[in-house]
């Protein structure tokens, strides 16, 4: 099965953007790619290419995937007069698809990031997410909700929050063979909800942890049980209790 996780990093560091005001009716979540549709996303040519998934999806009818042949070089919005506006988000979160294997996507990375402009340029004047947020992101296999915070923009920052027109996420390591695929782009002015009993339909979990079947512990390192009051959702967690290894 597919595993899903709410991943978040630096709560301590959110803090809505500089004109924190949001315009009025600019409600949240605000949505800036269902990806239903590849319009929009290009990949820097000679790394990889973008396609639409109508198969492997998280919410909607597709998802973007992107099959790297070197870095990941994702972009959106170069040469567009499409804009959105970051006023008064906190968060800036997609789904995120690694396969098997390949949960170093950013671990693994020399360097990574996200940046952010308003001039059609994700180099001047812009404000970024740095690679140490995208680093301590645990991925796991299978679809990852990340909740990333997004950072103060100083004076320094030319950048026109409101109408943000260009996008780049990176990972520059050898990712030759991967393919990840993204869903559900959005700000936030709050972390997401984790997964409740009424996704179960939408997410298709490893385990719910709701019973111990299938799970076992090796004898004589512990022992396991469901508690029911400690749990993330659903009507308990898997509780393991250990006099050794795990």
Known sequence: G????????????????????????ASFPRLISNCDTADGWIHDAGN?????????KNEGTGSVKVELTNWLYLMRGVGSESAYDFSGAKYFCF??????????????????????????????????IPAAELKALELHAGWNQVALPLPEVTESV?????????????????????TVRFDNVRLTDSLPEPPTEED????????????????????????LSLDTEEKRQGSASLKAALTNSL
């Open 200 to 223: 179960d339909s939408k997410y298709q979990f490893m385990s719910n942890c709701d019973d111990l079947d299938g799970w076992d512990f090796d004898a004589g390192n512990g022992s």
């Open 48 to 56: 990889g290419s973008v396609s639409l998934d109508t198969e492997v």
């Open 95 to 128: 789904d995120l698809w690694v396969d098997e294997g390949e949960t170093d996507l950013f671990t693994a990375a020399s360097d990574c990031g996200i940046n952010f402009a308003s001039d059609g340029s994700y180099t001047n004047g812009g404000f970024a």
């Open 2 to 25: 597919l595993s899903f996780a709410v991943l978040v990093v630096s709560l301590a560091g959110a803090g809505a953007l500089l004109g924190a005001t949001a315009s009025e009716g």
């Open 158 to 178: 030319t950048a026109d929050i409101t109408k943000i027109n260009t996008m780049r996420l990176y990972s520059t390591s050898n990712n030759a063979g991967r």
